[in-house]
């Protein structure tokens, strides 16, 4: 097979397996997670497992499909210049940071959504609803940085899709169990960063 070719087939299996990677993803977060907070006031174990896979393949993805032929992708041996590679270095280091400490500082067991003991409003949640997920874009963006493609903004994209559904779920979770005191707290911290925006209503 020519170079072309294969180029044409390594992009449509890598389009349709990020195609199916969300499609999985909307299946978990808008469906099984969503029924499980409807149901258990919690996700289940089977709910979280889904959702823990869900992370894990989007986090993945890129380092899957990267074969050194996938010029249009990325390859890791070859970076940016030098002030954007620490750039993305940096960002990389900051969005762990924030991602993993934040996890460890609000517990593992609620951050994966298998327990819920009122609402969080210390720490960084006083500048973010959802702080760990503010890092794991920190985490993609300076990765993207470092070895900036098409892949990498495609990678972007994905992760943006799956976790805003994630927190679709967890919002319409937490306004059913804290009610007006969590539509208060949505008016007063963004849901990521900057601009305060209020629950979203069941049908989003």
């Given at each position: ?190 849901r990521y960063l900057g601009r305060k925006a209020g629950p979203v209503t069941s049908g989003t």
């Amino acid at each position: 097979m020519s170079g072309h070719g294969s180029g044409v087939v390594a992009g449509t299996v890598c389009i349709g397996s990020a195609i199916g990677l969300l499609l999985f993803a909307y299946l978990v977060f808008r469906r099984v997670a969503r029924r499980s907070y409807e149901q258990h006031g919690r996700l289940t174990g089977f709910a979280a497992c889904l959702q823990f896979l869900v992370i894990l393949g989007v986090i993945a993805f890129p380092f899957i499909y990267n074969p050194r032929q996938w010029q249009w992708f990325w390859i890791l041996e070859t970076s940016s210049g030098r002030g954007w590679a620490t750039a993305g270095f940096v960002i990389i280091l900051l969005g762990f940071l924030v991602a993993f400490g934040t996890m460890l500082w609000f517990g593992l067991r609620r951050a994966f959504g298998l327990s819920g003991q009122g609402l969080v409003r210390s720490g960084p949640y006083r500048w973010s609803r959802n702080p760990q997920i503010v890092g794991g874009y920190l985490l993609v963006i300076g990765s993207s940085l470092q070895w900036p493609s098409l892949g990498a903004c495609g990678w972007l994209v994905v992760w943006a899709l799956a976790t805003h559904w994630m927190i679709l779920a967890e919002e319409e979770h937490l306004r059913r169990q804290f009610g007006e005191e969590y539509v208060r707290f949505c008016r007063e911290v963004p849901r990521y960063l900057g601009r305060k925006a209020g629950p979203v209503t069941s049908g989003t």
